[in-house]
């Protein structure tokens, strides 16, 4: 009989049945879809047997009876259950096999479904049940049964073992307020059931502390919660593994998918990978991810929403978590020693886990872009070229009278006089040299006025209430045995490190309008600049006869220096400190988020980057040939080549074509999520809004006779101070030269 059921399904079709809808339904607005699943009603957090509620014990009596839920479609499912594990009902789970409709399964647009319904596989499938006496009704059958050996075993460990921080989530309904419909699930092993605690078990030293409304979270410290049996749960369970696997199909059914914790978002994630359908649950995960004040699962355990995300390719989160982890590497990267536990904490303590190495790749790269881009900024902090990188016009003014004094003691003349270079003026000679030695004088200092407010910026700490938010902050995953201050973590940082810390930029913009402060320009150089301005009003009659160079035009107005100098570091604070972050990021405040598009290229084109998966954003750019190949011979010389830097402080290297291009063909398209983050305040009061954050740069001839020079850049918050400069639309329509 089976024999002939085979051949006549064999003799009826040699293919798949054409699916419904072939193509896959389009994702929609994942903010829609979290906004809808946020609005159905949740059962109360006071509620202590939250579940047993509705939702989860539909869940539970679905996936025990899924043969009776699920038997009336056209294909089989086998999962089958080693013996000996029970439920959170104490019932024991067994082997299940149910039926599900393969239209729906192709719909996904799974390669793996698609070959399971394949004729050979079917046939497959079907020697096995003939092998077993057994026959069948259904069209289709598929078995799903986890492999028992092999490498198939040994990658789906990996895969699906979970990390600590994903196991230990649970903690977090009482230790930060997450709901307990969320993450306070019970693992799907449950033998335990009425031992399962859904507050933290405290050890017999725990003090609680009446703490005020804004030290109250995280309420209990690390080191204080018991470690309970019942929530000690296996990195790898055989019985998580596969209800998942029936969980997930019932999801491709249409059931509803509960989601009520950590460990079920990750497994769930990693079997849709394994089964190439994650489309069924990314709208699901997302909800889960950006449930407040869930979100904080991204800062605190961003490698696993860095995978998920990926995974799912969720390109809000992705982004997010990305720009949490190209910090933290960059920081160990810019420290004058390798940390002592790099691959286990952060330089603040937080705790890693080994992500898969292609993420790692793209990772490691975008920190060593921003680890270039930190450099080359604190050079051009150190460059007597400061103040034209910031396109300060009183310096450059100041700077072309410089060149007007060096001129007229050269020529021995003023510049437009005429007079003959032979006469000797005494009185004139004497003018020039004191106001030449006055200018140089106010030049050194502002120099050092320069050298002492980023240098005064990098010794400084983020003021005390801001010190305890941002400790408060780390407790949430830094125990109490090796849980040092924020401050003194940072008192030992390179100057490059300093960087990448928001205290520093909020103190280096803050000093020109901080005239109480020591770093008050003002204060700092109204001494040199009167003894100049009065040396130039002595000398104007000498320099032009009084021209278009008279006193009002080259005298030194500190007041509006200051003003522009406040205008300028206050832009740099918010190109390196100020992002529209994508999802809400409470937890990691100590640090700046504020990547540039050279960073974020490593990403895939779905989540805003260049990576089209070819490599070529891994490769360095080959140097342009000026005058082409030179000399005899196979090896290509450059001759004089265009310098190329491929650090992301500079430009680009992508053409401005060739980024628009891919801006185009990716999207560039983030899912914004309204947050609590508002615009940065400077301390004194002032705030500053985020508009357009990356402001080009382009280095000016040094009007003072240096020979610094300053690498261009436009991702630093520099601007240029060529009146020629050419725009980026401008430059996308010139064309290659003919050779």
Known sequence: MLSQQLAQQRAESQELPPPSDPTPAPRGSLLDAAIDQLLKDQPSEDDANYVFKSREKSDLTRLLHVHVECNDGDTLVIVNFPPGYSSCSREEWTSKRFCVHSERLLATGSKVFANLLSPKEQARFQKRLELAGETVSQRFIIDLTPSAEGDDLAAQLIELSLPPGVTDWWTSKERLGISPYLVSGHDDHCPHHDEVPIDCVKKTSYIQQNLGLRERLPTIDLVDIKTIKSRAIDDYCPIRHRVNIVRLLLAIEGYDLVLNSASRVYTLTSIAS?????????????????????????????????????????????????????????????????????????????????????????????????????????????????????????????????????????????????????????????????????????????????????????????????????????????EHPRRIPTSLIASNFTDAQHLLTPWFWVYLASYPIDYLGPCYPVEFLALYVDDFNDRLTEATPYLDGGGSYGKSANCFHLENFRIELHAAVTNLWITWTNSELEVPLTRTEHIVLALSEDEFQYLPLWAGGLNDGSGGVFQSTVPDADLGPIGPGPAYCTGNTVATDTSSICQSDKTPSEVSTATLTAGRSVNAVPSNIGPSTVHDGTSASVSDSRVSFTPAASTTGSTATLDRDDSDGYESDDSDEIDEEAWSQVEEPLT
């Open 274 to 478: 394994i089964l190439d359908c994650t489309r069924v649950i990314r709208d699901s995960v997302y909800t889960w991810l950006l449930a407040e004040p869930n979100t904080e699962f991204i800062d605190i355990n961003a490698e696993v929403a860095f995978k998920i995300a990926w995974t799912l390719e969720i390109d809000s989160i992705t982004r997010a978590a990305f720009r949490i982890l190209v910090v933290e590497k960059a920081l160990d990267t810019l420290a004058a020693q390798p940390p002592a536990q790099k691959d286990r904490y952060t330089v603040f303590g937080r705790p890693r886990v080994d992500l898969p190495d292609d993420l790692q790749t793209v990772v490691q790269y975008a920190a060593q872009k921003l680890a270039d881009r930190v450099h080359q900024t604190l050079a051009k902090f150190r460059s007597d070229q400061f103040y034209n990188g910031l396109k300060i016009s009183e310096y450059r003014q100041f700077a072309e009278v410089g060149d007007i004094i060096r001129t007229a003691i050269s020529t021995g003349s003023s510049p437009n006089s005429g007079q003959s270079t032979l006469r000797t003026d005494s009185i004139r000679d004497k003018l020039l040299t004191r106001l030449l030695d006055s200018f140089s004088t106010l030049y050194t200092k502002l120099q050092e006025y320069k050298d002492y407010i980023i240098q005064t910026a990098m010794h400084a700490v983020a003021e005390y209430d801001q010190q305890s938010a941002y400790d408060r902050d780390r407790r949430c995953y830094v």
